[in-house]
């Protein structure tokens, strides 16, 4: 009898063990629970490292378009298309040409300062003569349209004749030489006025014409030379045969 009351207690105290176990894990499940919900929050409010709170960057910023801002303004002189400008060609040609334009270096007219002048007798066509202009200088010269002669004392310069007017300007490299050919007087006898003279001024053009520019050359002639009313010469040309074929 004894035995069977201690069994009842003993169940009774195990029975109350086993409840207050339960009691406890709902407990506990329930704190674990609210402790997961708050890890979860607090995970929720801190900002991930691509978003812009945790960059430091102005959410607005990421809207930004290329090519805007001071890049845009950067790309405008591209899109001009300005390239060369008639300008720069006006430039480049008074370059060649020698002319006097522009802020860069300009190649300078041959004249008696930079070139060696000569006039020889040629055997043919009868009555000519060939002018020679050497470059001497150490730089390129430009022989501009044709010479200016003055035979002795004459009071003005013969005519050019105008169909040896060559295509392009011819200009010199040091070395290089220029050719005029110079008609004295008529075969036939036409001319008038006829005189003999040893003595010769060469005088050259600029690259507008219309007058000598730069100093002048005195020719010493061998023999003395006979000229008249058809005297003439041609433009300077970079072929002796292209001077004398006139």
Known sequence: ???????????????????????LS?????????????????????PSPQSP???????DQGDEKPGSGSTAGSGSDADSGSVSRP?????????RQGGEKGDGPVTRACDGGNSKVTLTPVPRPVNHLLLTVTNTGSEACNAYHHPFL??????????VQEDSKPQAVVTLSP???????????????????????????????????GGSSGPSKNVPLGKAVYVDSTLSVTYWQTDMNDALMY
């Open 1 to 23: 009898m004894r035995t069977l009351r201690f069994s009842h207690a003993a169940r009774t105290t195990a029975l109350g063990t086993a409840a207050l176990v339960a009691a």
């Open 26 to 46: 709902l407990t506990a499940c329930q704190d674990g629970g609210q402790a997961a919900a708050g890890s979860a929050a607090a995970a929720s409010d801190t």
């Open 53 to 59: 709170a945790a960059t430091g960057t102005p959410a």
């Open 87 to 95: 300008a720069d060609a006006e430039h480049a040609a008074d370059k």
């Open 150 to 159: 003055r035979f002795g004392e004459a009071q003005s310069t013969p005519p």
């Open 175 to 209: 070395g290089q030489s220029a050719y005029a050919g110079v008609t004295t007087s008529s075969a036939d006898g036409s001319g008038t006025g006829g005189y003999s003279t040893k003595r010769l001024t060469v005088s050259f053009q600029g690259r507008e014409g």
